[in-house]
């Protein structure tokens, strides 16, 4: 069955500064969500990338899919106070449905003023 | 505004206590699923519903039971028989019965917790 590992577990950044997350799934990614959580709340659905070398942006936030090396990363550029939260990455090997999703355990970031 | 409204937002359970947790939708939307978050772990599919009076179980159904009477409503039933219930449960729904391209829209979640 297909894993989802996201690095960092978490991580703080200074404000203003740029940071990157990243999954990296254990079987071929063919397609990708990212997902934000603010803690205790729900999921708040970022981007979606459906094939390699996908690459799409949102404000401030970057992300890509790396087929070949079955990962993705998210990347944010200088940093603020609302990017603070959970980060979430879900995919399905087959990219077949959303209700055969796996997800990572999240990446948390810590946003120091 | 359209969303999901999951209460309460907190919920004990006693011991040999069957619970239930609200999920309702006014997006219109086909499908509906109910999601487990424990810590340190990734989302674990309970139960998922794709139309009215249907509903398919998950990864982890076992302990749980569900309903889709109205297009609107998908409640999850903690019964006695989930021998460790605490966690942050989810509910989601998509607009059509389940392709990949559908984005998931949650609910705020519901926070249950064994006394």
């Known amino acids: 069955s297909q894993e989802l590992e996201q690095s960092p577990q978490s991580l703080i950044v200074q404000e203003g500064k740029n940071l990157t997350i990243n999954c990296t799934s254990s079987?071929?990614?063919?397609?990708l969500y990212w997902y934000k959580q603010k803690y205790g709340e729900g999921l708040i659905f970022l981007m979606m990338?459906?094939?390699g070398g996908e690459e799409k942006s949102h404000e401030k936030i970057t992300a890509k899919l790396d087929e070949k090396k079955q990962q993705s990363s998210l990347h944010i550029t200088a940093s603020q106070p609302s990017h603070a939260g959970i980060y979430l990455c879900g995919a399905d090997s087959k990219r077949t449905s959303n209700y055969q999703l796996i997800w990572g355990a999240g990446t948390k970031l810590i946003i120091k003023p | 505004d359209g969303g999901i409204t999951q209460s309460p937002k907190y919920l004990f359970r006693k011991e040999g206590q069957n619970v239930t947790l609200s999920c309702e939708q006014n997006l219109n939307h086909d499908a509906m699923y109910w999601y487990r978050q424990d810590p340190g772990q990734g989302l674990r599919l309970i139960y998922y519903?794709?139309?009215?009076?249907?509903?398919q179980k998950g990864d982890i159904a076992e302990g749980y039971s569900v309903s889709r009477e109205k297009k609107e409503s998908f409640p999850l039933t903690v019964t006695s028989a989930q021998k460790n219930p605490t966690a942050f449960y989810l509910c989601a729904s998509s607009m059509g019965t389940g392709g990949f391209d559908e984005k998931l829209f949650f609910g705020s979640g519901t926070q249950l917790s064994v006394l």
């Open positions: 519903s794709q139309i009215v009076n249907d509903f």
């Open positions: 990338l459906q094939k």
């Open positions: 079987k071929t990614l063919y397609g």
